[in-house]
């Protein structure tokens, strides 16, 4: 039999139907699951042998990354107060499992939920739509801002003008904290560890401060990057890291004074 986790995506093929299994029971024998596309979509109670079954005949397909998990951190204090409020009203519908799945049981949940929050029913049902299709975490009921239409006030860098690079990303404006983000990433690992790249550097730099959130692909960590549109490119960091290090104090952090001196120096001596 195959194993099926909680949080997991399933595609049926040869459609764009995709489904997150919400809630798996202890004796291994039924599941509910929710179509991630469909603005409409209740949770609907599969047995484990059904779903074994379609991905055995290949009807069905386990999907390795979850294209639709939203888990963005609340970008201002304001979006954190709407959320652990919303968050607060949510809490005791979501962990009221298997019964917030069922049709018959979960009306009286929503009463309860209505009587307390003041909430319609429709906009209950929204975020639970929400949560359940989007990676079920607290953040995944904040509005994803990539896909809806850009507003800078939702955005924390503005894009840098100028020509774009050939991948079309033009990275970002670079501004005093993005410089000093460049500063502590180059020293740590760049100018610490004589074995480091310039591109490992930048790419430890993009996971370590430009990550939006944490996943686990086959048993892996993993960190979803932002939009290469609001992140620096390698072009960037390259630059401002040769402007806050000169050549000399980059080579004698990395190589140390005696190769500097032995080698680099005798060469700047013939030129």
């Known amino acids: 039999m195959i194993y099926f986790t909680v949080n997991e995506i399933l595609h049926e093929v040869g459609s ?7 809630w798996i029971d202890e004796e291994y024998t039924s599941s509910y699951i929710i179509n991630v596309k469909d603005k409409n979509a209740l949770p609907i109670e599969y047995p484990i042998s059904l779903l074994d079954e379609y991905v055995e005949k290949r009807l069905w397909e386990k999907e390795k990354n979850d294209l639709f998990i939203i888990y963005k951190k609340p970008r201002n204090e304001e ?20 019964e917030i799945y069922k049709s018959d049981t ?28 989007n990676g079920m975490n607290p953040n ?38 993005i410089l000093e983000i460049i500063k502590k990433a180059g020293k740590k690992y760049y100018l610490n560890n004589n074995k480091a790249t310039m591109l490992y550097a930048y790419e430890m730099m993009i996971k370590e401060h430009f990550s939006e959130y944490e996943y686990y ?10 939009n ?43 030129s």
């Open 106 to 133: 979960r009306g009286k949940l929503l009463k309860g939920a209505i009587k307390e929050s003041k909430m319609t029913k429709p906009r209950i049902y929204r975020l639970l739509r929400k949560y359940w299709q």
């Open 79 to 98: 979006q954190q107060r709407l959320r652990d409020e919303l968050w607060g009203i949510l809490y005791p519908l979501i962990t009221a499992e298997p």
């Open 140 to 177: 995944a009921i904040l509005p994803n801002y990539e896909r809806g239409k850009r507003d800078h006030t939702e955005i924390e860098y503005k894009s840098k003008t100028g020509r774009p690079r050939k991948d079309g990303n033009t990275g970002i404006s670079v501004n005093k904290d």
């Open 16 to 22: 764009d139907r995709y489904y997150r299994i919400l």
């Open 228 to 270: 290469p549109n609001q992140i620096p490119t390698i072009r960037q960091f390259r630059y401002h890291l040769k402007k806050l290090f000169s050549s000399e104090f980059t080579i004698k952090k990395r190589k140390g004074n005696k190769k500097f001196e032995r080698e680099y120096r005798e060469k700047q001596d013939l």
């Open 217 to 226: 692909d086959n048993g892996i960590l993993k960190k979803a990057i932002q």
